[in-house]
């Protein structure tokens, strides 16, 4: 269990004083501007809006997306316009693009401290490079307060290979917004702690109980202030229960001591009888608002959440990736018959500002497509992208100058190496099971040279953007892979793949049965029913005690009886490479170093010790791996079609749709898309010695060559093709 909080907190964080106006009105106005996840994607980059990007307003006839010269312009205008405000970001700055991968976080620290912000939130991925390189980024360029109250860090006094992170980090901060102080306390991710450390890169921190440790600071914090604010980077989830409670398991004698306090007590569920216990763990008083992280979602309008005292607490998120700006607008309403009880939040409005190419223009002021009068619509739409080329935020352009020159030196983003005739979806469509570039990606993985694994699995979550239709350069593979994670091979017994895929069934199914995992070489029932199954602890004293017993598994559940209380394998109908798994046989398995190394909970992996780190990226793995693709000129003469219907060329996967796209570039090939533009479009504007056009953008060396001959780049085609089944029926219900 996390270590608790049983002591008087001691003031540790800052406040900036300064000349305030004295607070003479009963109501007042505080805007919060909000930033989360930001993940390096400090330069616009290509996106094919979903429909909840849509509903948002981002606009999918106005690419690039994202950016922190608009993010910082609109900062700016936002203050501007609010006589009190602050800018508050909830974590995870780091790891999303390549400007992380050269220089580790520095530019992002440096951009947060550029535009003021008031108060910024550990992240989980803040550590991707290491504890150490965290505290050196910190330590050598951040001005603003960085937050993380619910970590302990270890002392290096005592342990000498843990960075002195408790030097550049704070619980809270006190921000004196023209009279107004409002405490900001900064909660740090837990969820991702455990996956942090077992990749051998140990933040040196102890993960507190939250609630508890909130409940301190507040307690702490409310005498001198008139509004707390949390910034946050648990996940939405957590979120909510920093003020509605939740169980948790814990020692007896430990719990016990909660239970029994004067204020706020515990409240006993369970005594499990072996020394531990279920508790309720109160939901924490005195909150007024909650700006959250973490799961890069857009609460519009924000959530409202009643606390124990019936006070409404505002909950906050507002995306990631620098696609969207939030602004959350409060009344502030202080009683002037009791002055004592301070500042409440007495309304509230929130407005999302997306950030595409017309990210210059407020959202009420963007046009909107009408049927009939499409091209209207798509002329006013590049007449805004046009005014809004230039106004991007000066100290923030000529702060990425320097680093936009060294990335285009030292990594050749722009070298096309691929073409994909459609998008290639990390996600899978509808089923939740396998997914066209998690496909791919596994495929890759045990099929590289001097790999030849029979099974390939990786982590979903590793797989961060999807290829989108048109050329595939090496920034995109940076957007797809930004983890410098590696292959790793080991041998695992057929009793062992069992235990992993049914870990993959249980992570799943408390994912929306989403698989959490990509395989190659096998395939299996992803059983989130049975997962529910197990978690009604039927007792049995023989399988055949459990509801619905079926040995053979097909019409009932192959139960077997643990301990008393009913289990079957959620993982089902396993085989590999068309063969039923065999318990007893050992597999050659190439996965990834991260979850080798227990990473996202996979800790059966690393307990193998067969384990080899082959140094080869999973970035290259996959590079290389396009390159057995058939190009246009394969496709139009080698396709093989099977008696399923299916088609192949090279022995990889293919489609009509990619022949038709391929049958078009041969006839005109100026018809190609070159990515913001056609080929015909880049040759028109190089024949007029331009190196951009308002279509095209920055006409590339890389975009020229390849329009050059665009029959002969491998042409990528993803498919799910139903390895990974997912079943969601509870059978023992039945």
Same mark, same amino acid.
């Given at each position: 269990?996390?270590?608790?909080?049983?002591?008087?907190?001691?003031?540790?964080?800052?406040?900036?004083?300064?000349?305030?106006?004295?607070?003479?009105? /009963?109501?007042?106005?505080?805007?919060?501007?909000?930033?989360?996840?930001?993940?390096?994607?400090?330069?616009?980059?290509?996106? /094919?809006?979903?429909?909840?990007?849509?509903?948002?307003?981002? %606009?999918?006839?106005?690419?690039?997306?994202?950016?922190?010269?608009?993010?910082?312009?609109?900062?700016?205008?936002?203050?501007?316009?609010?006589?009190?405000?602050?800018?508050?970001?909830?974590?995870?700055?780091?790891?999303?693009?390549?400007?992380?991968?050269?220089?580790?976080?520095?530019?992002?620290?440096?951009?947060?401290?550029?535009?003021?912000?008031?108060?910024?939130? !550990?992240?989980?991925?803040?550590?991707?490079?290491?504890?150490?390189?965290? @505290?050196?980024?910190?330590?050598?360029?951040?001005? @603003?307060?960085?937050?993380?109250?619910?970590?302990?860090?270890?002392?290096?006094?005592?342990?000498?290979?843990?960075?002195?992170?408790?030097?550049?980090?704070?619980?809270?901060?006190?921000?004196?917004?023209?009279?107004?102080?409002?405490?900001?306390?900064?909660?740090?991710?837990?969820? %991702?702690?455990?996956?942090?450390?077992?990749?051998?890169?140990?933040?040196?921190?102890?993960?507190?109980?939250?609630?508890?440790?909130?409940?301190?600071?507040?307690?702490?914090?409310?005498?001198?202030?008139?509004?707390?604010?949390?910034?946050?980077?648990?996940?939405?989830?957590? =979120?909510?229960?920093?003020?509605?409670?939740?169980?948790?398991?814990?020692?007896?004698?430990?719990?016990?001591?909660?239970? #029994?306090?004067?204020?706020?007590?515990?409240?006993?569920?369970?005594?499990?009888?072996?020394?531990?216990?279920?508790?309720?763990?109160?939901?924490?008083?005195?909150?007024?608002?909650?700006?959250?992280?973490?799961?890069?979602?857009?609460?519009?309008?924000?959530?409202?959440?009643?606390?124990?005292?019936?006070?409404?607490?505002?909950?906050?998120?507002?995306?990631?990736?620098? $696609?969207?700006?939030?602004?959350?607008?409060?009344?502030?309403?202080?009683?002037?018959?009791?002055?004592?009880?301070?500042?409440? !939040?007495?309304?509230?409005?929130?407005?999302?500002?997306?950030?595409?190419?017309?990210?210059?223009?407020?959202?009420?002021?963007?046009?909107?497509?009408?049927?009939?009068?499409?091209?209207?619509?798509?002329?006013?739409?590049?007449?805004?992208?046009?005014?809004?080329?230039?106004?991007?935020?000066?100290?923030?352009?000529?702060?990425?100058?320097?680093?936009?020159?060294?990335?285009?030196?030292?990594?050749?983003?722009?070298?096309?190496?691929?073409?994909?005739?459609?998008?290639?979806?990390?996600?899978?469509?509808?089923?939740?099971?396998?997914?066209?570039?998690?496909?791919?990606?596994?495929?890759?993985?045990?099929?590289?040279?001097?790999?030849?694994?029979?099974?390939?699995?990786?982590?979903?979550?590793?797989?961060?953007?999807?290829? @989108?239709?048109?050329?595939?350069?090496? #920034?995109?593979?940076?957007?797809?892979?930004?983890?410098?994670?590696?292959?790793?091979?080991?041998?695992?017994?057929?009793?062992?793949?069992?235990?992993?895929?049914?870990?993959?069934?249980?992570?799943?199914? *408390?994912?929306?049965?989403?698989?959490?995992? /990509?395989?190659?070489?096998?395939?299996?029932?992803?059983?989130?029913?049975?997962?529910?199954?197990?978690?009604?602890?039927?007792?049995?004293?023989?399988?055949?005690?459990?509801?619905?017993?079926?040995?053979?598994?097909?019409?009932?559940?192959?139960?077997?009886?643990? /301990?008393?209380?009913?289990?079957?394998?959620?993982?089902?109908?396993?085989?590999?490479?068309?063969?039923?798994?065999?318990?007893?046989?050992? @597999?050659?398995?190439?996965?990834?170093?991260?979850?080798?190394?227990? *990473?996202?909970?996979?800790?059966?992996? $690393?307990?193998?010790?067969?384990?080899?780190?082959?140094?080869?990226?999973?970035?290259?793995?996959?590079?290389?791996?396009?390159?057995?693709?058939?190009?246009?000129?394969?496709?139009?003469?080698?396709?093989?079609?099977?008696?399923?219907?299916?088609?192949?060329?090279?022995?990889?996967?293919?489609?009509?749709?990619?022949?038709?796209?391929?049958?078009?570039?041969?006839?005109?090939?100026?018809?190609?898309?070159?990515? $913001?533009?056609? +080929?015909? #479009?880049?040759?028109?504007?190089?024949?007029?010695?331009?190196?951009?056009?308002?279509? +095209?953008?920055?006409?590339? =060396?890389?975009?020229?060559?390849? +329009?050059?001959?665009?029959?002969?780049?491998?042409?990528?085609?993803?498919?799910? =093709?139903?390895?990974?089944?997912?079943?969601?029926?509870?059978?023992?219900?039945?």
């Amino acid at each position: 269990m996390w270590a608790l909080l049983t002591a008087g907190i001691l003031a540790a964080a800052c406040t900036v004083e300064q000349e305030q106006p004295v607070l003479e009105e /009963q109501d007042l106005r505080l805007t919060i501007l909000h930033t989360a996840d930001i993940h390096s994607r400090l330069l616009p980059y290509d996106l /094919q809006p979903l429909t909840t990007d849509r509903n948002l307003g981002l %606009s999918p006839d106005a690419p690039p997306y994202g950016g922190i010269g608009r993010l910082g312009a609109l900062i700016e205008r936002e203050r501007a316009r609010s006589p009190r405000t602050l800018h508050i970001d909830s974590g995870d700055c780091f790891q999303g693009a390549p400007i992380f991968n050269s220089h580790l976080g520095e530019v992002e620290i440096k951009w947060l401290s550029l535009i003021g912000a008031d108060a910024v939130v !550990v992240g989980n991925h803040e550590f991707d490079a290491g504890a150490w390189n965290l @505290y050196r980024q910190v330590a050598a360029h951040a001005t @603003y307060p960085l937050l993380a109250a619910n970590y302990d860090w270890r002392d290096p006094a005592e342990d000498p290979s843990v960075p002195p992170l408790r030097e550049v980090t704070q619980p809270y901060t006190i921000a004196n917004v023209r009279g107004l102080k409002v405490g900001i306390i900064g909660m740090a991710n837990i969820s %991702s702690l455990n996956s942090i450390v077992a990749e051998a890169n140990s933040t040196g921190a102890v993960a507190m109980e939250q609630n508890e440790v909130l409940r301190q600071w507040v307690y702490f914090l409310q005498p001198q202030v008139d509004l707390i604010v949390v910034t946050s980077h648990l996940g939405l989830h957590e =979120d909510v229960e920093l003020v509605t409670g939740y169980e948790t398991e814990a020692k007896m004698d430990v719990g016990m001591r909660f239970v #029994e306090r004067d204020f706020d007590p515990w409240e006993l569920r369970q005594d499990h009888g072996d020394g531990t216990g279920t508790f309720f763990v109160p939901g924490v008083r005195g909150l007024d608002v909650i700006m959250g992280g973490h799961l890069h979602v857009v609460l519009n309008p924000p959530q409202v959440i009643v606390d124990r005292d019936g006070r409404e607490v505002v909950l906050s998120h507002s995306g990631a990736f620098a $696609k969207y700006l939030g602004r959350l607008d409060l009344i502030l309403h202080r009683d002037p018959e009791h002055p004592e009880f301070g500042w409440e !939040v007495k309304t509230h409005t929130y407005k999302v500002f997306p950030i595409d190419g017309m990210w210059c223009i407020d959202p009420e002021q963007r046009p909107q497509p009408v049927f009939g009068e499409e091209q209207k619509y798509l002329e006013q739409v590049r007449a805004i992208v046009e005014q809004c080329k230039g106004h991007e935020h000066t100290e923030t352009m000529k702060l990425l100058e320097p680093y936009i020159l060294d990335l285009n030196q030292s990594l050749d983003l722009p070298q096309i190496f691929a073409y994909a005739p459609r998008t290639v979806q990390r996600r899978n469509s509808s089923t939740g099971g396998d997914a066209p570039l998690g496909n791919i990606t596994a495929d890759a993985m045990r099929r590289r040279r001097r790999v030849n694994a029979e099974i390939g699995i990786t982590n979903t979550l590793g797989i961060r953007d999807a290829l @989108y239709a048109g050329p595939i350069n090496i #920034e995109s593979m940076f957007n797809v892979f930004p983890f410098e994670n590696t292959l790793t091979v080991m041998y695992l017994s057929g009793s062992e793949i069992q235990e992993v895929l049914d870990f993959v069934a249980y992570r799943s199914a *408390g994912r929306g049965c989403q698989s959490q995992a /990509q395989v190659a070489g096998l395939r299996f029932i992803m059983d989130c029913g049975q997962v529910l199954a197990n978690e009604h602890r039927y007792a049995c004293n023989e399988p055949a005690d459990c509801p619905n017993y079926d040995p053979s598994d097909q019409d009932g559940i192959a139960w077997s009886c643990r /301990q008393g209380e009913c289990w079957a394998h959620p993982a089902k109908e396993i085989t590999v490479n068309g063969e039923p798994l065999d318990p007893n046989f050992f @597999y050659k398995v190439a996965t990834n170093n991260y979850i080798a190394g227990g *990473g996202s909970g996979f800790t059966m992996l $690393k307990r193998n010790t067969t384990q080899f780190d082959t140094g080869v990226a999973m970035r290259d793995a996959l590079i290389d791996f396009f390159q057995n693709y058939c190009t246009c000129e394969e496709l139009l003469s080698e396709t093989i079609t099977k008696d399923d219907g299916s088609m192949w060329c090279n022995g990889l996967p293919t489609d009509e749709i990619a022949v038709r796209a391929c049958e078009t570039i041969r006839d005109d090939p100026d018809s190609a898309s070159a990515g $913001k533009c056609s +080929c015909g #479009e880049v040759k028109a504007a190089t024949a007029e010695g331009q190196r951009e056009s308002p279509e +095209c953008g920055f006409i590339s =060396d890389a975009m020229r060559a390849f +329009c050059a001959n665009p029959l002969e780049v491998p042409i990528v085609v993803g498919v799910e =093709d139903g390895r990974i089944v997912r079943r969601i029926v509870d059978r023992s219900q039945l």
